[in-house]
C-alpha cells in the first residue's frame, strides 16, 4: 500500500505528502493490523475469489497478515491471472483452475483450511461442511481499502475463525459428546490460548479501534519458467566452462529480477499482445536507464506511468540485490535484455491466451 502510494506520488511530483500520509497512517494502524496478524500467523487460508483478486491477494495477506494460503483457483481469470496467483503463494499450494463444486469439497476436505476467501455460492457450499468463508466479492463488513480497511480485512478474518458460533457447529449434536463442564468461550479464549504471554499482554498490540462497520451502520513458491532450458552438461574445454558460468551467472540474475516483478510488481497485464510488448518495454527500458545512471524520460503523462513503475523496481533491486551496486553497465544491460525476453515470454509469446494474438479482439 505505501508502494502504491510513493508511486502516486511520484507521478505527480508531490512525494512529501505521500511519504506524510504512509508515516501518519502506519503509526495509527499498524499496531492494529499486527495484533491480529499474532493470532493469524500460520492459519490455512483457500484464495478462491476468481480474476485479479488471486495475485493481488496472495502474497499480501501471507506477509502482511500472517496467513498461509494453502490453494488458489479462478472461474473467470485468464492464464496470467492464475500464473501470476501461482508465483506469489506459499510453496505446495493447490491451483484449480474452474473447478466444480464437488472439486472444491474434494479440496477442502484434503487441505483442512481455517478459512476460504471466495464468492457466496462457493462459500455456501463451504459452510455446509463447516468451513468459515469471506465474501471476496462483496466485502463481508468492510469497506476493506486504505490502511484502515486492511485491519478491517484482518478483524473479518479472525472473526471468522475464531467465531464461538462456528466452534458450536463443528459439533455435530446427532453423535458426538457435548462437554458440559467446558465453560464460556470467547474469541480471545480461543485466539489467544497459544499466544505468547508478552504477545497476550502487550501494551502496544490493540484491536480494531475504529468505528466504520457496515452491519452496524448502513477483501509457489514463484512460478516456475515454462521456458527454462535444460542444464547444459559441463563443458570441456576451459573457455566453454567460463562462457557456461557466464551465462549461467546470467540466468540466475534474471531469476532473481523476474521473481520480484511477478511476486512484488502489481502490473496490469493487458488483454492484447502488443499492448503488454509495449509495457514490458518502457518499464524495463527506463529501469535499465534507472540502474545505469542514464537520463530517462518522463515528460508525457504515459511515460510517468512507466517510469513510476520503473523507479520502483530500479529501487528494490539495488536493495534486495547487492550486487547490481557493483556491476558494470554491459553487465546490468545484459541482464535487463534477458529479463525482457523472459518476461515476454512469460506474458506473451508463451502464453496459451489465444485473445492476446487475435487483431480483433
Known sequence: MAASLR????????????????????????????????????????????????????????EELGVDVVSVYTKFGHQGDMEKGISRCEEGALAIDDPNELEGLEAMKM???????????????AKKIRVPYLNAHAYHNGPWKGWEGWVRFARDIYNAIFSPIHQLSLVDISKDEMDMNKGFETQRTLSDVNLPEEIRKSETLREYS?????????????????????????????????????????DERTEMFLNFIMKKCLWQFH???????????????????????????????????????????????????????????????????????????????????QELKDPLY
Open 271 to 353: 488483454s492484447r499482445a502488443w499492448d503488454r510488448e509495449r509495457q514490458n518495454q518502457n518499464i524495463l527500458d527506463k529501469t535499465t536507464q534507472l540502474l545505469c545512471g542514464e537520463e530517462v524520460a518522463a515528460e508525457s503523462p504515459e511515460d510517468r506511468c512507466y517510469w513510476v513503475d520503473a523507479v520502483y523496481l530500479a529501487d528494490h533491486y539495488r536493495k534486495l540485490f547487492p550486487w547490481v551496486n557493483e556491476a558494470n553497465t554491459a553487465d546490468i544491460k545484459a541482464v535487463m535484455n534477458n529479463l525482457r525476453q523472459r518476461m515476454d515470454f512469460l506474458t506473451i509469446h508463451g502464453s496459451l491466451n
Open 111 to 125: 487441505l483442512q483450511p481455517d478459512i476460504i476467501f471466495t464468492g457466496k455460492r462457493p462459500g455456501e457450499v
Open 7 to 62: 508511486k502516486i506520488g511520484m507521478f505527480f511530483g508531490i512525494e512529501d505528502r505521500a511519504e506524510a500520509i504512509i508515516a501518519e497512517e502506519s503509526a495509527r494502524w499498524k499496531p492494529e493490523l499486527d495484533w491480529y496478524k499474532e493470532r493469524l500467523r500460520g492459519k490455512k487460508v483457500c484464495l478462491w475469489p476468481g480474476g485479479s483478486k488471486l495475485w493481488h491477494w496472495a502474497n499480501v495477506i501471507h
Open 210 to 250: 475504529g468505528k466504520y462497520d457496515v452491519l452496524a451502520q448502513p477483501m509457489a513458491k514463484n512460478i516456475r519458467s515454462l521456458h527454462r532450458s535444460a542444464q547444459k552438461r559441463p563443458p570441456d574445454s576451459q573457455r566453454e566452462e567460463e562462457h557456461w558460468m557466464e551465462q549461467k551467472l546470467l
